[in-house]
């Protein structure tokens, strides 16, 4: 069935690991398949490779087959000693990792050393929490860019927080010499995105609801933590405000808070002072329906 035999499992080996002594060439990130007795072919991928005086000793770290029902497990029972390994091909790849080329789907680029494309489900990805974790400048921010990239173009709305302004350049096509020699590798082209850039001043401005704010959320916002005076008179005026107008906002609240007699409201009020200089609170918010459009990026 396979062609390339890359040599026999050696040493110690568990359901999760084994080392090869290699006959054949192999890589770090290659893929295999071993032979187990109970679990017949199992997909590994190779961890590390080691040459000294007695030859090529590559460890490899155990994947998984799938069931008859399709779900992917791991080996209970170890490897034996002496089971032969071939070099895997991309079709049982392909089937044990889940990558399906012909699917659509969020195109994240192809398994190293493998013409494979590797997709994610747009709508379990964007239903679900995730997470990138690599270390300092593995490109993290590139892969979150390449995500943000393919949800607009099938069509997703896209909302991105983005502190250091990273990814208002989306609005302009890729011009970088060597990531344009790279595209076509991939299958893809130069492309601008839909964007709109949203901040706190500027022709789109960015304002949240700042009417019939209760006292505990005005004071998670606030550059301080209140302590318990410090909170009771931010109660206090927030009641006051409130028997005023219902849809009293920051500065009514202010104004209540400066016509207490408590010596605690003066670092409340300073801090109330900066948060409504943001200009970030407003009776007329910025529209969700603005910000949330299909294809387009905020």
């Given at each position: 069935?396979?062609?390339?035999?890359?040599?026999?499992?050696?040493?110690?080996?568990?359901?999760?690991?084994?080392?090869?002594?290699?006959?054949?060439?192999?890589?770090?990130?290659?893929?295999?398949?071993?032979?187990?007795?109970?679990?017949?072919?199992?997909?590994?991928?190779?961890?590390?490779?080691?040459?000294?005086?007695?030859?090529?000793?590559?460890?490899?770290?155990?994947?998984?087959?799938?069931?008859?029902?399709?779900?992917?497990?791991?080996?209970?029972?170890?490897?034996?000693?002496?089971?032969?390994?071939?070099?895997?091909?991309?079709?049982?790849?392909?089937?044990?990792?889940?990558?399906?080329?012909?699917?659509?789907?969020?195109?994240?680029?192809?398994?190293?050393?493998?013409?494979?494309?590797?997709?994610?489900?747009?709508?379990?990805?964007?239903?679900?929490?995730?997470a990138i974790l690599a270390m300092s400048g593995s490109g993290k921010s590139y892969a979150t860019g390449v995500l943000i990239e393919e949800l607009a173009d099938?069509?997703?709305?896209?909302?991105?927080?983005?502190?250091?302004?990273?990814?208002?350049?989306?609005?302009?096509?890729?011009?970088?010499?060597?990531?344009?020699?790279?595209?076509?590798?991939?299958?893809?082209?130069?492309?601008?995105?839909?964007?709109?850039?949203?901040?706190?001043?500027?022709?789109?401005?960015?304002?949240?609801?700042?009417?019939?704010?209760?006292?505990?959320?005005?004071?998670?916002?606030?550059?301080?933590?209140?302590?318990?005076?410090?909170?009771?008179?931010?109660?206090?005026?927030?009641?006051?405000?409130?028997?005023?107008?219902?849809?009293?906002?920051?500065?009514?609240?202010?104004?209540?808070?400066?016509?207490?007699?408590?010596?605690?409201?003066?670092?409340?009020?300073?801090?109330?002072?900066?948060?409504?200089?943001?200009?970030?609170?407003?009776?007329?918010?910025?529209?969700?329906?603005?910000?949330?459009?299909?294809?387009?990026?905020?």
């Open positions: 069935m396979y062609s390339v035999d890359v040599g026999l499992i050696t040493g110690r080996a568990s359901p999760t690991r084994f080392n090869i002594k290699a006959s054949a060439s192999v890589r770090k990130g290659e893929y295999v398949v071993a032979q187990h007795e109970q679990d017949g072919l199992v997909l590994g991928v190779i961890k590390s490779v080691v040459r000294d005086e007695r030859g090529l000793t590559a460890e490899v770290k155990v994947i998984g087959s799938r069931n008859n029902k399709g779900v992917l497990q791991a080996p209970r029972h170890a490897f034996s000693p002496g089971a032969r390994v071939w070099k895997a091909d991309q079709a049982i790849i392909a089937s044990t990792i889940g990558l399906a080329a012909d699917k659509p789907g969020v195109f994240l680029g192809n398994l190293e050393s493998y013409s494979l494309p590797v997709k994610l489900n747009p709508v379990s990805l964007s239903t679900k929490h995730v099938q069509g997703f709305p896209v909302v991105v927080i983005d502190p250091h302004g990273e990814y208002a350049t989306l609005a302009e096509e890729n011009d970088d010499e060597k990531d344009v020699r790279e595209m076509p590798r991939f299958g893809i082209k130069p492309k601008s995105f839909d964007v709109r850039e949203y901040s706190l001043s500027g022709r789109n401005k960015l304002t949240v609801d700042g009417r019939g704010l209760k006292s505990k959320d005005i004071a998670g916002f606030l550059p301080i933590k209140l302590n318990a005076s410090q909170q009771g008179c931010l109660y206090q005026a927030v009641k006051i405000a409130k028997n005023s107008s219902m849809q009293y906002d920051l500065s009514d609240v202010k104004k209540a808070l400066d016509g207490t007699e408590a010596n605690a409201k003066w670092p409340v009020l300073s801090a109330l002072e900066e948060v409504i200089e943001s200009n970030l609170f407003s009776s007329t918010p910025t529209k969700l329906s603005d910000l949330i459009k299909p294809g387009k990026v905020a």
